[in-house]
């Protein structure tokens, strides 16, 4: 199978968990996209479910296909999140926000009983970090918030290019939140636990990238089907 038909499988495993009546997280970017769209098909057939998206795209693509939403203030806890990840080891840390939705991402995932990480076989990383790490910063103080967010990662041999992320006009990205997200180019994250830890500290840090111990379980497409994997 190719990468798209990956995701594609995995997405269908994924609906096969979704029980009648379920509270959903549903994420963002272009495999939780396969999973509305299979979501959407169960739906047309009868199965009822409410769905907490993760962004405006997410949301935009679930109401045109007829799956019905809420948000975290109706509905705060949830039955299950699935959504992709940018990727994963073989503890089921994750990073995430490729797409710039991690902060909400993550939200979600936190009010969810469970979390299912769908993707294809590309995403399976022995050490996280060849994926550049997304940190959501508040606009204020950026460029002193980011100088600290380099002197952190340097003391957990994290190095290299820490860049804003632009749109594609070429301005400042900005999430739904309205912050910027750094891209940090770090190659290897040897100790992601205690990076994690260590970059929510950081005052104008909104959140990192790094889900450490909320994925309960990864669907995962490969050439020949869908591997489930569970935290090592």
Do not use: W
């Not at 957990?156 to 749109?167: E, F, L, M, P, S």
């Not at 400042?172 to 040897?190: E, Q």
Request: proline share 5%; glycine share 10%; net charge negative.
């Amino acid at each position: 199978m190719t990468p798209a038909e990956q995701k594609k499988a995995a997405a269908a495993k994924a609906v096969e968990f979704v029980e009648d009546g379920m509270k959903l997280g549903i994420g963002t970017g272009s495999t939780a996209e396969e999973f509305v769209r299979v979501l959407a098909e169960r739906v047309k057939g009868g199965l009822n479910v409410i769905g907490v998206p993760t962004s405006e795209r997410t949301a935009k693509l679930a109401t045109e296909l007829g799956v019905k939403l809420t948000n975290l203030d109706d509905t705060p806890h949830l039955d299950l999140t699935i959504d992709g990840a940018d990727e994963f080891d073989p503890a089921l840390r994750l990073i995430k926000g490729g797409g710039g939705a991690l902060l909400r991402e993550k939200i979600v995932a936190t009010s969810s009983d469970r979390m299912i990480v769908i993707t294809d076989a590309s995403k399976k990383v022995a050490m996280l970090g060849a994926f550049p790490l997304p940190i959501e910063v508040i606009p204020f103080g950026a460029v002193a918030t980011v100088r600290r967010i380099a002197e952190i990662a340097s003391a957990y041999d994290c190095h290299g290019k820490i860049a804003r992320r632009v749109d594609s006009y070429g301005e400042p990205f900005l999430t739904d939140s309205s912050n910027f997200i750094f891209d940090c180019h770090f190659g290897r994250i040897p100790d992601a636990d205690a990076l994690a830890r260590e970059l929510n500290l950081i005052p104008g840090v909104v959140e990192s990238g790094l889900f450490i111990g909320i994925a309960t379980m990864a669907l995962v497409g490969t050439a020949s089907g869908v591997d489930m994997i569970e935290p090592k």
